[in-house]
C-alpha cells in the first residue's frame, strides 16, 4: 500500500462507521477478530456499496450514492492510484502540485465520478471527465453537486469509440490522464474461465460493475493502446498518460508496444491492498521528465546490452526461425515466461520475465542430477534382483530417503528474482556491439543470426549477462 494511503494504518473500525451511517448496521457480522467487534461479507454487493459510502463520508467529507448495478470502487485501490500520479507529478522538483493550476483527464469516470471527487478533496485538482453511460452521467453530476465541486469538475458523455481525441478542449493543457479500463475481453473471462490460474487463492471479494464497464472487445490490453494510438497524435498536450491494469500479464506488450514507437518515458508500478494487487502503466512524450528520473535519488545506470552471434545456424528466415525456437526451449528450461511482440521474416522480439533464479549453478545442479539417476538405477536393480518382496524394504526407504534429500538441494538452489529483459533475435550481417564468445564474425560477415538481450526492470539487474552465459554453456554441450 502507498505510504502516504490513508488506510496503511487506519484499519476502518465498522462498527463506529455504523454509528455515522446507520444503513450499515444491518450488514454488520460478529468479527473473529480481538482488534474489532465486527466485520463484512466482502461478497455481498450491497454490503460493499455501503462500506464504501460510509468510508468516503467519515474520512473524506465525500457524500456519495452508488447506483445498484454499477461499479462500485475499492477506496485503498483508487487512493493508491491517486498518489502514484501525485507522485509522477512531483518529480519536477519533489513537491506535490495542488489547486486549480492541475488539469485531470478522467477516462470513464463511471457513477462514482471517484477519482475527480478524490483528487479534488485531497489535492483541489481540475478534472474534465468522461463517461459513455447516459445514467452513470447523471448520477456522476449528483455526486459533483452532492459535494458542490461543479466548479472544479465537469463531466461530458461521450461515444462508446471516443477516449481523448474528441474529447479534449483545443488549446488545453492537461497534467494527466487516468482510467480504469474494463479488464475483461469477454464473458467468459470475466466471470472466471480463463482469468485466474489455478495457484492464485479464490477472490474474497464478488465482482461488481456491469457488462460495459468490465468487458471491452481486445480486453484491458487493445483499450489502453487505442489509449496510446491518441496519445501519438496528442504529444506533450497531456503530460502524463497512465492507466491501471487488472493483469500482470498485461504490462509487458504494452511496453513492448510503448518502446516500438519510441515513446521517451515510460514508467509502471504495483498496487497493492491487502490481498488484491493491481498494476498501472505511465508514458509521456516530455524529455526533461526522462532526464528528471534518470537523474532522480537512488537512480542507477542501466547495464549495457549484451549481443551474442549463432553461427550455427543459417543466416536464412529460416535460420531465423530455428534459432528462435531453440532460444525459446531454453528459456523453457529455466521456466521463464516469454511472448512474442514482434515478428518479421528477419527479425524477432520476445519480453521475458523469469521470478525464481534457474540459471546458475549449472554444474553443481548436473551433479546432483546424476546422482538422482544412479539412485534411480539402484532402487530398479534391488528390486529386479530379488524373488524376496520384503527384502528391499529397508534399502528402499533409505533410497527415497537420499532422492529427496538430493530434490530438496536442487530445490534451493533456485532463488527468488523479479527481472525482466527484452529478447531480439534477428538476421544481420555485422555483429555490432560487445559480442559473446560464440560470436566469430567480428567485423565484415555474411548475414547471420544474432540475439541481443537488453535488461528492462528488476533488482536482478545482471540477468541478461547471466542468460548469455547460460546460452553459451548450452551450445557447448551440444
Known amino acids: 500500500m502507498h505510504p502516504r494511503n490513508y488506510y496503511k494504518d487506519n484499519k476502518p473500525d465498522f462498527g463506529k462507521l455504523a454509528e455515522t451511517r446507520p444503513s450499515l448496521k444491518p450488514f454488520l457480522l460478529p468479527s473473529p477478530s480481538t482488534t474489532h467487534t465486527y466485520t463484512l461479507d466482502f461478497s455481498d454487493q450491497d454490503a460493499l456499496r455501503e462500506l464504501t459510502c460510509a468510508l468516503l463520508e467519515c474520512d473524506f467529507g465525500l457524500r456519495v450514492e452508488l447506483p445498484v448495478g454499477k461499479l462500485i470502487p475499492t477506496l485503498t485501490l483508487r487512493l493508491n492510484y491517486i498518489h502514484w500520479v501525485e507522485d509522477l507529478l512531483s518529480c519536477t522538483n519533489g513537491n506535490i502540485p495542488t489547486g486549480d493550476s492541475v488539469l485531470g483527464v478522467d477516462i470513464g469516470t463511471g457513477a462514482s465520478c471517484i477519482y475527480p471527487l478524490l483528487g479534488s478533496k485531497l489535492n483541489g485538482w481540475r478534472f474534465l471527465a468522461t463517461e459513455i453511460d447516459k445514467d452513470s452521467v447523471t448520477c456522476a453530476l449528483s455526486n459533483i453537486q452532492r459535494n458542490s465541486m461543479d466548479t472544479k469538475i465537469k463531466v461530458v458523455q461521450v461515444s462508446m469509440e471516443t477516449l481523448l481525441l474528441g474529447a479534449l478542449e483545443d488549446q488545453q493543457q492537461y497534467h494527466f490522464c487516468v482510467c480504469n479500463p474494463p479488464f475483461f475481453g469477454d464473458g467468459e473471462e470475466r466471470y472466471g474461465g480463463v482469468a485466474r490460474s489455478g495457484s492464485r487463492p479464490v477472490p474474497s471479494t464478488v465482482n461488481t460493475g456491469n457488462e460495459y464497464e468490465t468487458i471491452t472487445a481486445g480486453g484491458e490490453v487493445e483499450f ?137 549453478n549449472q554444474r553443481r545442479k548436473r551433479r546432483l542430477l546424476q546422482q538422482l539417476e544412479r539412485l534411480k538405477q539402484q532402487q530398479q536393480q534391488q528390486q529386479s534382483s530379488t524373488d524376496l518382496p520384503d527384502a528391499p524394504i529397508q534399502d528402499g526407504q533409505d533410497n527415497l530417503a537420499q532422492r529427496q534429500k538430493l530434490m530438496d538441494e536442487l530445490t534451493s538452489l533456485h532463488t527468488p528474482c523479479h527481472a525482466e529483459f527484452l529478447w531480439t533475435t534477428a538476421l544481420q550481417e555485422r555483429a555490432a556491439g560487445p559480442v559473446a564468445k560464440k560470436g566469430a564474425c567480428l567485423g565484415a560477415c555474411p548475414l547471420g543470426v544474432v540475439m541481443r538481450g537488453e535488461w528492462l526492470e528488476g533488482e536482478d539487474r545482471d540477468i541478461v549477462h547471466q542468460i548469455v552465459q547460460y546460452l553459451n554453456n548450452s551450445m557447448d554441450v551440444q
Open 224 to 360: 489502453v493502446q487505442r489509449i496510446i494510438r491518441d496519445s501519438l497524435k496528442l504529444g506533450t498536450m497531456v503530460r502524463w498518460y497512465t492507466s491501471m491494469l487488472g493483469k500482470k500479464s498485461s504490462l509487458s506488450p504494452l511496453k513492448a508496444e510503448l518502446k516500438k514507437l519510441e515513446v521517451p518515458v515510460i514508467v509502471t508500478t504495483e498496487l497493492v491492498q491487502g490481498r488484491t494487487r493491481r498494476w498501472a502503466l505511465g508514458w509521456s512524450f516530455d524529455h526533461s521528465l526522462k532526464h528528471k528520473q534518470d537523474s532522480g535519488q537512488g537512480a542507477r545506470k542501466r547495464p549495457h546490452p549484451q549481443e551474442m552471434a549463432l553461427p550455427s545456424f543459417p543466416g536464412t528466415p529460416e535460420g531465423l526461425s530455428e534459432a528462435v525456437c531453440w532460444v525459446q526451449a531454453r528459456f523453457k528450461e529455466l521456466q521463464m515466461e516469454c511472448s512474442v511482440v514482434v515478428q518479421t521474416s528477419s527479425c524477432v522480439e520476445l519480453i521475458c520475465s523469469a521470478t525464481k533464479n534457474t540459471w546458475l
